[in-house]
């Protein structure tokens, strides 16, 4: 081919030149966006001043005086803004821990119940999943707070569970226990004995990859973290008495009460993200090809082992980041506690607190800003726990 | 063996039917309900349980139920008083929207459900300029149908929407919203520019990190504060705004799942074509991407309508806010329980709709092997 005569290519304007372009898109939208922010900002100013609004968290030292129907911590009264806001993040973890809880365990029996070879089981399951999956929460929290809960007997007609707890329209009544002298002798010695448990469980985990000897680690880990503790509980003579409730009057005196919200929100939110999980776990166990359960079988595994070492490692792996993000919602939608008075963050600092002194601004911007790092909290942990699990490749 | 297989000679044993015992009712009986002793057990109790459940449901919500009347005096049964739902019918559907005006709410459901069976018939062309009618056209003469104010039509202010549609509105205005907002940042999540790149991260996890209630919180109590002295925006278009912001950090996550599927040679391939970026975006990488995160994308529209309904947190009144509305109102006390039924009924029905048609449209669009 004759090549002859081409000239050659002439630089073409700089305004072509991907690289200047990128510059120039970029200062583009950085100047828009801050001239944006600007601009608002200017505006929240002018709107605060003229609204005689006062600005900067000098109100967290302000005396609150109002009243928190549920704290974790010391409050009164006179308790400050800052212990508010203190309050109200306790509560919304307790309930935020507690639902994951209810949710993890009940998601992976109904997950499992979704795949049993029963058809009534597995139906029901199914029935469960798409019916609570389909509902919004909010409306399920309703049902539970207003249609269920708060339309329970009075005190003194309860529904009595297990001959000490007693069911109520002022909440669950339970016995409280009450430590007595020794106690922190029992509390060291659990502690003690999960650290012991650790410990052999690694060593026998030693042994095992150097001389295939099987240690029965998991009984002796229960062992040490049941056993311990009881000989301390015995040794110091049982240092912890039960406050058991009893009826007196109208009401019951003794024990403890879990109120009525927070009864509600932890049932909405464990049966509701319970649906989802049981979906996850469903994907994770049939993820797992078959072959995998025959080769187990051919290597003349068990059914339990197989389960244990085999199956359930390889689901964990599809399980582990979906379930995170279920966590994550399930700590976020625990904000639907404003909707029934439950005195979380988003009731009683967000919502009282915001109302008390106005200062939407700060007040917002903490609110989100804890929830932001909540989230971001979760999701490191479980980006951790994800990443030893996760499949070492080579 | 038994003794009858020996009245045939070898080779010569006919056809025998299964045993009665592994074929129709009874086999699937016996394979599904009590293969082993435990399984028995487990479908004792299941049945146990579900005959224990449904029927006094049945009972409540059926059998001794009342079905006509016209105040609380009608209803004198055991059951559930379905004469509240019946009363309150109109609220709980339009809110307080002027009787003589709702035919436009209608109209503008009758337009959308004929263009949503069009894209149904099978074999019809043009499906996409529907699609992009649905998603474009319609959201305009809605807005016009609603708001009114022009062409004749009486001017109907926000504060009096309410109900089911009011859930439409936000919904629709949301998932309308959020798929195009969506896709700008997810391209912009993966852009090479720093700054962008940098933005479109914060933006996203920003919106996702918080709860809805936070950000309606803001949306009411915020923004107020960011607009200039005299101007103000209804609390309708507040909630909107929060809500779009809101869903398009999640579709963008959604959208960036399928970019990120996608193998790296279609880019590759598109740029060797000589297509520039937004040609190879919007002509190659785009529409595989998004077929790709079809069930995504309707999982998130089925949370973004089932959201909505925060929005009576800051005093809007939705299909459940009008239901707690009926509820507390002095004449009708106690009927809680029938409003919730007929409101969980109503979300899920759309609810499971929407996830039977993301299924559907898996299969119709799965083109791979």
Redesign the interface.
Known sequence: MAVDQVAPAARPPFFYDPRVR?IF??VL??AL?ILGGAY?VN??L???A?QGIASGFGFLDTTAGFGISMSLVEYSEESTYGRVFLVGFLNTILVSVVGVFFATVLGFLIGVARL??????SK?ANAYI??L????????L??WY??VLRTLPSPRNSVELFGSFFLNNRGLTSPSPIPEAGFSTVVISFAVAIVAAFFVARWARKRQEATGQQFPRFWAGLGIIIGLPLLAAIVTGFPLSWSVPELRGFNFVNGMVLIPEFVALVVALSTYTAAFIAEIVRAGITSVSHGQTEAAFALGLRRSPTLRLVIIPQALRVIIPPLTSQYLNLT??S??A??IAYPDI?LVF?GTV?MQTGQ??EI?SI??AT??AL??LISGFMNWYNQKMALVER | MSEQSQDYTTGQHPDLPAPITSTGVIGWARINLFATIPNTILTVLAVLLLLWLIPPVIDWAFISADWSGQTRDDCTREGACWVFIKVWFRQLMYGRYPVDEIWRINLAYIIAVAAGILLFVPGLRGKPWIGLFLLAGFPIIAFYLFVGGSFGLPDVETPLWGGLFLTLVISGVGIVASLPIGIVLALGRRSKMPVVRSLCITFIELWRGVPLITVLFMASVMFPLFLPEGMNFDKLIRALLGVMFFSSAYMAEVVRGGLQALPKGQYEAAQALGLSYWKMMGLVILPQALKLVIPGIVNTFIGLFKDTVLVLIIGLFDFLGMVQLAGTNPDWLGFAIEGYVFAAFGFWIFCFGMSRYSQHLEKKLHTGH
Do not use: D
């Open positions: 990128a898109f970029q939208v950085l966006v608002l505006n929240t002018a709107n605060l003229r049993s070879r029963n058809w009534v089981v029901m798409e019916t999956r389909n509902i919004p929460l909010l409306l399920q309703f049902f207003f249609a976020k939608n904000s639907l404003a909707a988003v967000a915001l939407a601004v917002i609110t989100m929830y932001l989230s971001l």
